[in-house]
């Protein structure tokens, strides 16, 4: 990440003096805080180099990426959904969430979680699973009652018993 674009995401219009040593600082104080992490340091700013898979927002991603893969499996897509999904553990970058310079990644965040939800719905219908689900649909249709997705799923009937 740049150093300009860390500094402007730190502290905003107002930086302090001095404000490359005060982020140099902070990344000593970070790499304290993360025994073990590789956070290196280039001339245009800091990289941090780990398993993408150790950060919750990638490995989110991959997995919201398998389940689009396999859209004929569903048992494949709501297996790779499901487990995407419970990655998280309350809104998207709550920490900064008074932060401008976030707005736009927890949106994506945001709005790429309740697609995987609505698409692991569609793939838990298609596996017959609608009655399990009417509590949740209820409950996410309460919440997001313009996600037009959801209120189909929630009207949608049960598939017909053979037999």
Known sequence: VPTAQLVDGIWGDDPPAGAANALQALVSRLRRAL??????????GYRLAI???????SR???LVASGRTTPGDAAATTRALREGLALWRGPALVEVADAAFFQAQRTRLEELRLAATEERVDADLRLGRGAELVTELTALVAEHPLRERL??????????VSG
């Open 35 to 44: 025994p073990g992490s590789a956070i290196e340091s280039h001339p245009a």
């Open 51 to 57: 398993d993408p898979d150790t950060v919750d927002v």
């Open 60 to 62: 989110f991603e991959r």
């Open 151 to 160: 209120v189909g799923a929630l009207m949608r009937p049960p598939p017909a």
